[in-house]
């Protein structure tokens, strides 16, 4: 007999995750690898943001919270959604969770059924379909291309929605691909959603606050679909709060009930002086707040240069990319060719070899659901990223 469950067994392991402990393993050897792997923020978390958790562990918020979190921390998150996104979430629509990761999968928990279908555009984060297996659900994926910013159009939704749709999954800005939509392209998503009145959306807008091209645009902005909508976000990029783990939902009342008492059975709260800490984060209007500008502003100078690097790689097609720190580069020109006799045919060859033969620590498109692609972050040095494209450069031209 299996000791080990069937649906553990089947589940993927990050691939992200996975490659950046290769990365480290190989450090840890002496070698002198370059991670581009990990999405983290390489900032340290604001100070105003430290002493808030400060204050509160010497005001003795040591005890469990309430399991969707403090009432002043939800109170601050409903707030900072009418600031920035315009969106009218009560403090009861709100759950905080340990880190987007948790939120995330809690929402596909409390609305798939076995054999419900859920549509994802690829590529998408690669936790999004794990979430979905978990919960016996149906992946859909809708295909985007570089060619559209891959972005999902309103015929292509369309085309994709079948009586057994009961979700819709997507980020923006985007992980892997650094893209966005606008409040016009959102609106044409919208209007094809609104005409199937079955269908829950869940968007995922962790990188908001790494936006390069105006305002963030949230798809629950349109009234038709409001009740519907799940609008995901927490503090791990904007913030530079990887490590303190807070990711929070605005949803529909019956959902956000429905995901406190999972997460009441499941984790109960997240930690009392991170949610603490939330509050003053909240409070940080990303319109003035030179924390936030500084970052998205570095962010911006690293995309630029990565940009121009990756340019002038031959036979490298790439967008550029809008928000989120990251790039996802079309080297499938490089497929069939070989180095030392070993051919490298698809992403996962590309990652290794990079890894291998560079020291550069990139993850295999794959992962997203796009094996034409590598994914590199840029959340490291001007100085380290340079070096970095310098040798995937090098390495691609040994490719015979």
């Not at 999968?105 to 979905?132: A, C, H, M, R």
């Not at 992946?139 to 910013?149: A, D, F, G, M, S």
């Not at 892997?176 to 392209?185: A, H, I, V, W």
Request: aromatic letters at 8%; proline letters at 5%.
């Amino acid at each position: 007999m299996e000791i080990i469950s069937k649906r553990v067994l089947t589940m993927s392991e990050s691939e992200t995750l996975a490659m950046t402990a290769k990365a480290r393993e190989l450090k840890a050897q002496g070698k002198d690898v370059i991670s581009l792997s990990i999405g983290e923020p390489d900032f340290n978390t604001p100070e105003v943001i430290k002493e808030a958790a400060k204050k509160a562990i010497d005001d003795n918020f040591t005890h469990y919270p309430p399991v969707p979190g403090y009432a002043d921390t939800r109170e601050a998150i409903s707030r900072k959604f009418k600031r920035d996104n315009n969106l009218d979430y009560a403090p009861e629509q709100i759950v905080v969770s340990t880190g987007g990761k948790q939120a995330l999968y809690q929402v596909v928990q409390v609305l798939v059924n076995p054999g419900d279908e859920v549509i994802i555009p690829t590529p998408f984060w690669v936790s999004y379909k794990e979430f979905v297996h978990l919960a016996e659900g149906v992946v859909v994926p809708l295909k985007t291309t570089i060619e559209n910013k891959f972005k999902m159009t309103p015929e292509q939704l369309e085309a994709a929605i079948t009586p057994k749709t009961k979700l819709i999954i997507f980020s923006s800005p985007s992980n892997p691909t650094g893209m966005l939509y606008s409040k016009e392209e959102l609106r044409g998503l919208a209007q094809v959603i609104a005409r199937h009145e079955n269908v829950y959306v869940v968007c995922d807008e962790i990188y908001e606050h790494i936006n390069y091209v105006g305002r963030h645009e949230s798809i629950a902005q349109f009234p038709e679909i409001f009740d519907r909508v799940v609008t995901v976000n927490g503090l791990a990029k904007g913030f530079a709060m990887t490590g303190w783990r807070v990711g929070y939902i605005g949803a529909p009342l019956a959902i956000a009930k429905a995901c406190n008492k999972l997460q009441g059975q499941v984790t109960s709260a997240t930690c009392s002086i991170a949610l603490k800490a939330c509050v003053c984060a909240m409070e940080m209007d990303p319109a003035t707040s030179q924390d936030i500008i500084n970052m998205r502003e570095t962010f911006r100078r690293r995309r630029d240069m990565v940009y121009q690097l990756l340019t002038e790689i031959p036979g490298v097609k790439v967008a550029m990319p809008e928000g989120a720190f990251y790039f996802f580069p079309d080297v499938s020109s490089y497929y069939g060719k070989s180095f030392n006799g070993k051919k490298i045919e698809n992403s996962t060859d590309m990652a290794f070899y990079l890894l291998n033969e560079a020291n550069v620590a990139t993850v295999m498109g794959s992962a997203f659901g796009d094996d034409t692609c590598i994914r590199l972050s840029y959340a490291t040095s001007e100085d380290l990223l340079r070096e970095a494209l310098r040798r995937i450069k090098e390495a691609l031209a040994n490719l015979k």
